[in-house]
């Protein structure tokens, strides 16, 4: 989902500021959450393990540019299950910056971009989440068809922003909706891997409860909703 180099550029780069601004506000939103239902070291906690998850699954995990960017195995939706909404947002934002400083410092102009993508849709995901998954039911219990629109939703989500970055700053052309198709035929095909990897992770969770039930992991994890 990493947006590539000369897609955007001049003065067109600052809608992506605007957007960052937005993506930083829900991320506030989401955090202030976290924060009122679990405490402070519940959030930095569990922000600090979705920053290295996130950080390795865009450095380590295998990636492969296609089109107007790259294809990632974010497993966006399984951090949301394991760890929330705010940390999740905080994740993202921290691993990709981290990424960007020390690793790839030609993605850093694209940062707003990258990060309003990722954000955005898990923003979207969560209230989804609220509205899929039942209050009595607790997340390791999620069925598969419950994962896959999750990961559906989220993978759709970043394939539409990746398309209008690429539209946005290089216009409607054959070229540019070739790349834009290639791109995102390729990345849904994440979708046949996210739902298998969430259940996976989910029965380790509830395998090893006495592990995850504790504030390091979403307290929704293991417990349903009053």
């Known amino acids: 989902m990493h947006i590539e180099p000369g897609v955007v550029t001049g003065a067109k ?6 957007t960052a601004i937005g993506a930083f506000g829900l991320t506030a939103h989401l955090a202030r959450r976290t924060l009122e239902a679990s405490g402070v070291m519940a959030l930095v906690s569990r922000s600090l393990v979705a920053t290295l998850c996130v950080f390795c699954f865009f450095e380590v995990l295998p990636h492969h540019a296609i089109g107007v960017s790259e294809v990632h195995l974010i497993l966006g939706s399984t951090l ?3 760890f929330g909404a705010g940390p999740t947002a905080i994740g993202l934002a921290l691993g990709l910056l981290i990424q960007g400083l020390f690793f790839a410092p030609f993605d850093l102009p694209q940062y707003g971009m990258n990060v309003t993508t990722l954000i955005v849709p898990l923003w979207g995901i969560n209230a989804l989440a609220g ?3 039942p209050h009595d039911t607790p997340y390791v219990d999620v069925t598969y068809k419950q994962a896959l629109a999750l990961s559906t939703t989220y993978q759709g989500g970043i394939v539409l922003w990746v398309a209008f970055w690429a539209f946005y700053g290089e216009g409607f052309s054959a070229q540019s909706l070739t790349e834009v198709s290639t791109f995102g035929v390729a990345y849904m095909s994440v979708v046949i891997l996210e739902p298998l990897i969430d259940l996976g992770v989910l029965a380790l969770a509830k395998t090893f409860y006495g592990i995850t039930r504790g504030t390091l992991f979403n307290a929704r994890l293991h417990r349903t909703v009053l």
């Open 13 to 18: 780069i600052l809608l992506s500021y605007a």
């Open 80 to 82: 949301l299950l394991l």
């Open 131 to 133: 509205r899929l998954i």
